[in-house]
T-cell receptor, first 110, second 112 residues
Framework: DQQVKQNSPSLSVQEGRISILNCDYT??????FLWYKKYPAEGPTFLIS?????DKNEDGRFTVFLNKSAKHLSLHIVPSQPGDSAVYFC?????????FGQGTRLTINP | SQTIHQWPATLVQPVGSPLSLECTVE??????LYWYRQAAGRGLQLLFY??????ISSEVPQNLSASRPQDRQFILSSKKLLLSDSGFYLC???????????FGNGTRLTVT
């Protein structure tokens, strides 16, 4: 039972353009959502989060949008830079546990 | 500042051998501690979490166990490894519920 889904395993974007990563969840009890970035052979690093009482949170080039009625969140990166190439995981928090999606590999092309 | 240490970075073990992975956190007290596994081509799967010394919650029935002998120490163990135990194991900590997890650099385990 995959409670958090990232349906795009990979995404390729040109440098300078916007990258949009999507995530869907099924459990309406989730109340806190996060995005993590992961480079090969390293642990994920926290990027940005959003509480269920908000619909948008912005931090520099990164913005997370939450649509609770659709149980959908997205991460926008603009402008995209080569260093943004990594695997991005969305995660949803509920009942002391953080549930991760499968990840989306983002490649930024020069 | 808080830091998390996880070792070893890589490990190759034969089937049937025991396993012990250790994780320690510095710079905070009474953290929530977690063990995750990333299998090849898959997402992060929660294996165990702990909200205090001696308190372990298991998420997935499996060949592994976890212990928290000290406040900032979390150990992942197995008595007999299986081929399916191969993967990338990550330890993480958080201040509390609804705060971000901070991950270690992981251990790449290959069971041969």
């Amino acid at each position: 039972d995959q409670q958090v889904k990232q349906n795009s395993p990979s995404l390729s974007v040109q440098e300078g353009r916007i990258s949009i990563l999507n995530c869907d969840y099924t459990n309406s009890m989730f109340d806190y959502f996060l995005w993590y970035k992961k480079y090969p052979a390293e642990g994920p690093t926290f990027l940005i989060s959003i509480s269920s009482i908000k619909d948008k949170n912005e931090d520099g080039r990164f913005t997370v949008f939450l649509n609770k009625s659709a149980k959908h969140l997205s991460l926008h990166i603009v402008p995209s830079q080569p260093g943004d190439s990594a695997v991005y995981f969305c995660a949803a928090q509920g009942a002391q546990k953080l549930v991760f999606g499968q990840g989306t590999r983002l490649t930024i092309n020069p | 500042s808080q830091t998390i240490h996880q070792w070893p970075a890589t490990l190759v073990q034969p089937v049937g051998s025991p396993l012990s992975l250790e994780c320690t956190v510095e710079g905070t007290s009474n953290p929530n501690l977690y063990w995750y596994r990333q299998a090849a081509g898959r997402g992060l799967q929660l294996l165990f979490y702990s909200v205090g010394i001696g308190q372990i919650s298991s998420e997935v029935p499996q060949n592994l166990s976890a212990s928290r002998p000290q406040d900032r120490q979390f150990i992942l163990s197995s008595k007999k490894l299986l081929l399916s135990d191969s993967g990338f194991y990550l330890c993480a900590w958080s201040v509390n519920y609804n705060s971000p997890l901070h991950f270690g650099n992981g251990t790449r385990l290959t069971v041969t």
